[in-house]
């Protein structure tokens, strides 16, 4: 596999915006999130499976996965996450390294919410990439993006990973905490060094750099 970064940080972070940053540069993205929706769309390849453990409630009229439904459970029940997990996360890493292997960028870019608390997601890629902000950040944004209440904010961000748990996990940081012209020059930066660790890469055995 060509040399990889796995991009993670909390809700309202900004994790789509800097990724985006990054594919403008040439990067491949690879965005979790957006194969999970792929999965559980209509006739999307987890509903099936998703329907048969949970039942028919948590499919809406389309056949799509019921979300606000199944994000009501999973947030007060960690064994029914811990059931949607089983179904999607394998459908979800098999989905991602067939793109990655089809990846023509000078790296890729794994987006990957959950990242730091995933073991085996961090054996994947060569370096962690966080996106920081402040928790007042987050939950400003997302309660303004999707119009959701403070407490709904704050119990997604208690199902993740804390910002310290992540700050200790990177091996780059980028801050955002204000305009998003503030974040070019740190990804900037970032891209021509993973350029240069991606050129040295190709002439040794893959290693964490």
Same mark, same amino acid.
């Given at each position: /596999? ?16 800097? !990724?985006?940053?990054?594919? !403008? ?26 329907? &048969? #453990? ?11 996965? #019921? %979300? ?11 064994? &029914? ?25 000078? @790296? ?11 073991? &085996? ?5 060569? %370096? ?14 997302? /309660? ?21 748990? %992540?700050? &200790? ?24 060094? @993973? ?5 040295? /890469?190709?002439?040794?055995? /893959?290693?964490?750099?």
């Amino acid at each position: /596999m060509t040399f990889s970064i796995g991009l993670t940080g909390g809700i309202g972070c900004g994790k789509t915006t800097v !990724a985006d940053l990054f594919a !403008a540069l040439g990067a491949t993205l690879i965005d979790t999130d957006l194969i999970a929706h792929r999965l559980t769309a209509p006739q999307g390849q987890a509903m099936p499976a998703i329907v &048969a #453990e949970f039942g028919p409630q948590f499919a809406a009229a389309d056949g799509a996965l #019921e %979300r606000a439904r199944m994000r009501e459970l999973v947030f007060s029940d960690a064994l &029914a996450k811990a059931r949607l997990e089983a179904i999607l996360h394998p459908r979800i890493v098999e989905q991602a390294l067939a793109e990655a292997a089809a990846a023509s960028g000078a @790296y890729v870019i794994f987006v990957v919410p959950l990242l730091v608390q995933s073991p &085996a997601w961090r054996q994947r890629v060569t %370096r962690i990439v966080v996106i920081d902000c402040p928790e007042a950040v987050q939950v400003a944004r997302v /309660m303004a993006r999707n119009g959701l209440s403070e407490q709904q904010v704050r119990a997604i961000m208690a199902a993740q990973a804390t910002r310290a748990e %992540r700050l &200790a996990a990177a091996d780059d940081v980028i801050t955002n905490d204000g305009e998003i012209a503030a974040l070019h020059p740190q990804i900037a930066l970032l891209h021509a060094k @993973y350029l240069a660790i991606s050129k040295r /890469m190709s002439e040794l055995p /893959m290693q964490r750099l």
